[in-house]
């Protein structure tokens, strides 16, 4: 059974940066994508970045575009989000998911594992 375990979460002022981090129990290389999602109280858990295999392709929500970094290593069978410029609308669980085939989409149905989620909280 793959696990993902998130970590990196926590409390920032608006404009600030957080590093996100989503290890996993098993080689992910072999998974192909890998990708986040946050989920804010209230509301529906909403893409915000995937990855592909290799590192090559990535893809991002328009509310993080530019302001977000998804990186993986698949050596150390690690996959990174990094925030920056973080606004208050960016409050949420942040969860990591892992895709068994070429998706990398934002559709959070066509990934199979997901992590238990760390909590982004960034004040006004």
């Known amino acids: 059974q793959v696990q993902l375990v998130e970590s990196g979460g926590g409390l920032v002022q608006a404009g600030g940066s957080l590093r996100l981090s989503c290890a996993a129990t098993a080689r992910i290389s072999a998974w192909y994508p890998m990708a986040w999602f946050r989920q804010a109280p209230g509301k529906e858990r909403e893409f915000v970045a995937s990855?592909?295999?290799?590192?090559?392709?990535?893809n991002y929500a328009d509310s993080v575009k530019g302001r977000s970094t998804i990186s993986r290593d698949n050596a150390k069978n690690t996959v990174a989000l990094q925030m920056n410029s973080l606004k208050p609308d960016d409050t949420a669980v942040y969860y990591c998911?892992?895709?068994?085939?070429?998706?990398?989409?934002?559709?959070?149905?066509?990934?199979?594992?997901w992590g238990q989620g760390t909590q982004v909280t960034v004040s006004s």
């Open positions: 998911a892992a895709a068994s085939g070429l998706y990398m989409g934002s559709s959070p149905e066509q990934y199979v594992y």
């Open positions: 990855i592909n295999w290799n590192g090559g392709s990535t």
